[in-house]
């Protein structure tokens, strides 16, 4: 067999299931649009309906930047733990291939550090 028909068999099926999610996708649009009712005589009906109660406002409030920079904060400071963690647990076997192991979560934890003194210097966790 020759390269070009072996990378079509290996692809073949991925091509299959994404021509499938698709058609599915399309499908289901299709069928909810087809069977969807329209109170066409009280627009009141098509409105969203959330809890017994009537929208006040409008949807789209904006957000302080204090929200969006306390959540990437968050994420920060929550992915150094899931570096951590693994890293913990199998410390003691990796301390015998040398002290280099710690030095390089020194280094990491390091790095980290001065992005919590950027973050208090900035003023980033002031609740004001």
Known sequence: MDYAQE???DYLPIAI???CAVLLAAAMLIVAAITSQKARS???KDDA???GMRPLSDAHVRF???FYLTAVLFILFDVEVVFLYPWAVVYKEMLQ???AVFFSML???GILFVGFLH???KGAFDWK
């Open 7 to 9: 990378m079509i068999e």
């Open 17 to 19: 299931l994404i021509l």
């Open 42 to 44: 009280n627009p009141a």
């Open 49 to 51: 309906y959330e809890c």
């Open 64 to 66: 302080s930047v204090k």
């Open 97 to 99: 291939e040398g002290v």
């Open 107 to 109: 280094t990491f934890l």
């Open 119 to 121: 973050a208090l210097k």
